[in-house]
Structure formats: C-alpha cells, structure tokens
C-alpha cells in the first residue's frame, strides 16, 4: 500500500505546484486548475485516486484546513481590519444570516427537503473560507478596503460554518430538540475553542520571546514553533468537541498575527509555503471525490 501512496502524494504535490505556477503565469485563481486536476486524477477521469486511496484522508484534511485557516488568521492585523469594519461586521453577522436562511428556503422548497436537512446545509453553506479567498486574491487586484472585509468573512465565516453546521446536525439528532441545547453546543465549541487558541498563543509567544531558541537556527525553530502550536490548538480543540479546533486555530492566529513576534517576516514566508502545498493536497484530493452523476442530477 506505502509503495502506491508515496508516488500518488509526490504527484499529487508536484500537480499542485503546477498549478500555482499556472495561476501566477495566466493569472487565474489556482483552485482552478486543482479542481480540474482532481478530477482528472479521479474516478470520473483516470482513476488513479479513489475512495480507498487515502484511509486517513478526514484527518489529513483537517489538519491542512487547520493550517490554512491559521495562515489566513495570522495575517488579520488589526490595522487592517479597521479599514473595512463596518463592512466586516455586517459580512460575518447578517451576511451569514442571510446566506443561512436563504440556502435553507432555497434546498427547502427547491429540493424538497426537511427543514432540518435544509438549515444543516444551509449551514455548511455560509462559508467561502480562505481555501477560497486567498487563492483569488492572490491574482485578482481588489482595494485594500475589499481585500480586508473579504479576508476577514473567509476566516471568521469558515469556523462559524463549520460549528454551525455540526451543531445543527448534533441537535437533529437530539430526542427532543431545544434552543438552549443548541446555544448549549454552539458556545461549547465556540468559547472553548477561543480559549484553547488563547492560551496556545499565550505559551507560543512567551516561547518566542522569552526562551534562547539556539541563535544559529532560531529563524528556523521560530517557524517550526509556531506551526507546531497551530497544530496543538487545532488539536487540543478537536479533543474537546468536534469543529473547536477551527476556532482555536483561527484564534491563535489572529491573536499572533498581531503581536511582535521575532522573525516574523520568516515565519509568514514559510506559512505561506506550507499553505500552498496543503491547499494543494486537499483541493486536488477531494475534488477527485466528486461524482459528476450527483452533480448533474441536482
């Protein structure tokens, strides 16, 4: 099984890379050209990617995501967000709302399902994410004002969304549904994932600030400190309940984004690297899961 996997990965790796430099050269979003790649490699294309190809793809996935959406948040610097507060604000709150209720009514009505079924995707729904965002913004020229608002629903929205729409899931599942239990599991999530991702960036920092990280390679401990903590915060959270590990990693990256970290400039480019090869992965890996059939029938 390893003899076919590492191949698969290397190529699937490499793909990726191809496909940012693609975007670079013909100045199209990425997420182009690894859709398209993932379904090549696919079941509707030439079948070298399956369902079985990847045992452990949910786990690798988040974890990718976590990493993502901890590059996203590190570079919400508060002086950015001020440009386009108002619009932020109203983006993440009646945005989202709207988005909410509208996917509903539409998959309601449209697709004849429960209203159950119909909120829980309109909760899956809400969110663009920065696996979205970025790869768009990254060739199409927007004002700083746009760029921030937009950065800033793709972060908040994605973890939002993702804790919305396994909460709304979980308290279908409930003998009796209530709205005290759904608030119940939503602040679960959400307020211990805030505060995991508090307290994770709390020890990132003192680590940085505060302990000789060996000063031949503390550029390179400094990089490998601050991915480390992204991957405990997502962890940590998802120990506590499904989805918090989104807000703790996305907490943690705003709240270090925004402090004076050494090295910081090395840190970002090696995010941003990492973040590239990831966004790679799980566009190419998951969209060669799509199956045309369900597609066209919808």
Known sequence: MSSQL???????????????????????????????????????????????????????????????????????RIEKLRQATSESIRLVTIGALIALVGTAVVVRFALGAGWGVSFLIGALLIATGPTVITPILTVVPVRDRVQAALETEG?????????????????????????SAFLGLFIERFGGGVLIGLALAGVVWLLLRYIDLSPGSAPQNARLTVLAGALVAFGAGETLASEAGVAAVATAGVVLGNLDLPYEEQISDFKGDITLIVLSFVFIALAALLELEDLLAL
Do not use: M, Y
Not at 52 to 72: K, R
Not at 155 to 179: G, S, Y
């Open 155 to 179: 972060i908040v929205n994605d973890v939002t969304a993702a804790i919305l729409a396994v909460v709304v899931f979980k308290t279908l599942r409930l003998d009796e549904p209530t709205l």
């Open 6 to 76: 590492i191949p698969l990965v290397a190529a699937i790796i490499a793909i990726g890379v191809a496909a940012q430099i693609l975007a670079d050269r013909f100045e199209i979003p990425s997420i182009v050209f690894l859709l398209a790649a993932g379904i090549a490699l696919g079941p509707e294309g030439i079948g070298v990617i399956t369902d079985d190809s990847f045992a452990a793809l949910p786990a690798i996935v988040g974890l990718s995501v976590a990493i993502i959406v901890f590059e996203g948040a590190f570079h919400l």
